[in-house]
Nanobody, 125 residues
Framework: QVQLVESGGGLVQAGGSLRLSCAAS????????MGWFRQAPGKEREFVAA????????VYADSVKGRFTISRDNAKNTMYLQMNSLKPEDSAVYYC??????????????????WGQGTQVTVSS
């Protein structure tokens, strides 16, 4: 089992930036596929970005491409999501997830077997 804890959420004006962190513990971090998802009120949890075990391959949702950057520091057991040019429609609870079976990029939320508790991001217009 892997424990995931997100941090870095908050309130920001449109056009601003935030960096989310996801700290992992409990198992060897550097063999996991990892990802970020978000869920707005009344909507399904949606894919934001995913990264492979080594950090050299990543995939982004079209809605965040060019604005968000996913990365990981395996030495620190931490994954990041740098969010720039934020828009009000980016407001949601952001979750990090780990797939302890796969090492490549994983896009489907149903494949992830470990989730954090989420961190709120609110972007004001």
């Amino acid at each position: 089992q892997v424990q995931l804890v997100e941090s870095g959420g908050g309130l920001v004006q449109a056009g601003g930036s935030l960096r989310l962190s996801c700290a992992a513990s409990g198992r060897t971090f550097n063999v996991f596929a990892m990802g970020w998802f978000r869920q707005a009120p009344g909507k399904e949890r949606e894919f934001v970005a995913a990264i492979n075990w080594s950090g050299d391959d990543a995939v982004y949702a079209d809605s965040v491409k060019g604005r968000f950057t996913i990365s990981r520091d395996n030495a620190k057991n931490t994954m990041y999501l740098q969010m720039n040019s934020l828009k009000p429609e980016d407001s949601a609870v952001y979750y990090c997830a780990a797939d302890t079976i796969k090492t490549g990029v994983v896009l489907s939320r149903y494949q992830y077997d470990n989730w954090g508790q989420g961190t709120q991001v609110t972007v004001s217009s």
